[in-house]
T-cell receptor, first 114, second 109 residues
């Protein structure tokens, strides 16, 4: 069955380290998104991509980067992890062009920055 | 600015009906989504409204009034497994989703 997966599911890292969170979908969806979820906030968009080689900044993109070299993967990199980046990270994908369509979410990655 | 409001918490009884409201002010409107999220899990899609009116899907229904910037999610015949957070999200003019902070529903026996 087609699906969207994230790895690792849990990660503990230290301040200043570079961290990469993986997102892989087998639906062949054009659109992929990264969100973070924190208490007191709704899901907030970090970066998104509407296709291969396309990446865009979201609402809370500072300190994060993404690259899209194929349809299936959108890895999220924290260049120099900060304690403020402790959060739960969700990847999502949708089918229709330019961000339309229903977004389906991966299982999430819990990141703790010490 | 862009804002989505929904109650923080609600409590209801097993077998009853509960209505979760969502009001929004956004730059443009291209549809409203409801997601369910159990603790420690991913949001899962429940419903989508882009035109005014009621969409029914089994025990769940969702209503939209674009002129009032208002939606509600109606859950009937509540079951214990319906205890979860319910997220309202609006797709704005740029097709990006803007999420509310979610409503935590507790279903009691």
């Amino acid at each position: 069955d087609a699906e969207i997966t994230q790895s690792p599911r849990h990660k503990i890292t230290e301040t200043g380290r570079q961290v990469t969170l993986a997102c892989h979908q087998t639906w062949n969806h054009n659109n992929m998104f990264w969100y973070r979820q924190d208490l007191g906030h709704g899901l907030r968009l970090i970066h998104y991509s509407y296709g291969v080689q396309d990446t865009n900044k979201g609402e809370v993109s500072d300190g994060y980067s993404v690259s899209r070299s194929n349809t299936e993967d959108l890895p999220l990199t924290l260049e120099s992890a900060a304690s403020s980046q402790t959060s739960v990270y969700f990847c999502a994908s949708s089918e229709s062009s330019s961000g339309a369509g229903t977004q389906y979410f991966g299982p999430g990655t819990r990141l703790l920055v010490l | 600015g862009q804002n989505i409001d929904q109650p923080t918490e609600m409590t209801a009884t097993e077998g009853a009906i509960v209505q979760i409201n969502c009001t929004y002010q956004t730059s443009g409107f291209n549809g409203l989504f409801w997601y369910q999220q159990h603790a420690g899990e991913a949001p899962t899609f429940l419903s989508y409204n882009v035109l005014d009116g009621l969409e029914e899907k089994g025990r769940f229904s969702s209503f939209l009034s674009r002129s009032k910037g208002y939606s509600y999610l109606l859950l009937k015949e509540l079951q214990m497994k319906d205890s979860a957070s319910y997220l309202c999200a609006v797709r704005g003019a740029t097709n990006k989703l803007i999420f509310g902070t979610g409503t935590l529903l507790a279903v009691q026996p």
